[in-house]
């Protein structure tokens, strides 16, 4: 892989991540209702949200608070204070970003415990009763809402047999054992959905070299159908493989926002949904912009990854 290449790419990443800033930046302001008076409550008044508004900077032009909260990221890792405790935003994101990245790891290390055995069962048998069941299925969890999934499995393993908490968060540097037990349920929660898609993807990427004239050949020479899979199936889908394994991570990390609420896990997502509701407007727009980073680095390492399982790609 040449550095031009990657040079491109990074280039690539900081122009998204540019554009996606300006938009976060120039659209929440358009929500409906003013921070001020939300911070102020029952007290405020004409004049008292005038003068919060000068106090928070609000009344700038908005050309100038983008600039000031751009520098501030870009040359002291500060996304600013929130509008309503007055606390750092980048602690508050230091704090959540890792039981979002937990959260989504884990459902995606779920999700895959799914599809691979799922996905390859099913391409091997095309057309069987294994092959019907597995997309009968993986059609049932691509439908199922995850709020709705995530109610089920509460009524089920947290009320009725009572094995697992039913929401809340303990750090893992307290208790490893208790920490285990409230991720399980928000991460099979997630983690269902997220492999019923990717054993869709899976079956086909199979099938697909499955048909190839190179498998046939393997199998003609009297290899075992293991080392058929194993040496030319498997490794040649790998790289399609390894393409829906990184959008759903991608995906995942951005789309826990509900599985985060049920089971009030405290992460990215209900904090944004925390700032939204306060009109926290530069909080959320932390939130949004550190998704829209962790969105880019996923998928560009996904491309980077292709060098690993196919040598013989060559970035120029």
């Keep these: 892989m040449s550095s031009r290449y990657l040079l491109q790419r990074l280039g690539s990443l900081l122009l998204v991540l540019f554009g996606v800033s300006i938009l976060t930046f120039a659209i929440i302001p358009l929500i409906p ?16 949200v005038a003068a919060v508004e000068k106090q928070l900077g609000l009344d700038r032009p908005l050309t100038t608070q983008y600039v000031d909260w751009l520098q501030g990221i870009v040359f002291r890792g500060d996304f600013g204070r929130s ?17 979002t990245l937990v959260l989504a790891v884990a459902a995606l290390l779920v999700g895959l415990l799914i599809a691979l055995p799922a996905g390859i069962a099913s391409a091997l048998r095309p057309g069987g009763k294994l092959d019907l069941g597995v997309s009968v299925l993986s059609q049932i969890g691509v439908s199922i809402p995850d709020f709705w999934m995530g109610i089920l499995l509460i009524l089920v393993f947290a009320e009725n047999l009572q094995w697992l908490p039913s929401s809340g968060f303990t750090s893992l540097n307290e208790d490893p054992a208790d920490w285990l037990r409230h991720l399980i349920l928000p991460a099979v929660t997630a983690g269902i959905i997220s492999g019923s898609i990717m054993t869709r993807f899976t079956r ?12 046939r050949t393997a199998r003609a020479k009297g290899l075992t159908e293991r080392v058929v899979v194993v040496k030319h199936v498997l490794r040649n889908a790998a790289i399609s493989i390894a393409t829906i ?7 995942l990390f951005s789309a826990v926002v509900v599985v985060e609420i049920i089971f009030s896990w405290p992460g990215l997502g209900s904090l944004a949904l925390q700032s939204t509701l ?3 407007y530069p909080v959320l727009q932390a939130a949004v912009l550190m998704s829209a980073m962790a969105f880019a680095v996923i998928n560009l390492l996904t491309d980077l990854s292709y060098v690993l399982l196919d040598p013989s790609i060559d970035y120029a």
Aim: proline share 5%.
């Design 33 to 48: 209702g003013s921070p001020a008076r939300v911070r102020l409550g029952v007290q405020a008044t004409d004049e008292t």
């Design 83 to 99: 509008l309503i405790n007055d606390k750092p935003i980048s602690a508050e994101i230091a704090r959540r970003l890792p039981a």
């Design 204 to 215: 086909s990427a199979l099938l697909e070299v499955l048909h190839r004239d190179y498998v």
């Design 245 to 251: 394994i990184g959008l759903q991570l991608a995906t």
């Design 278 to 280: 306060q009109r926290d």
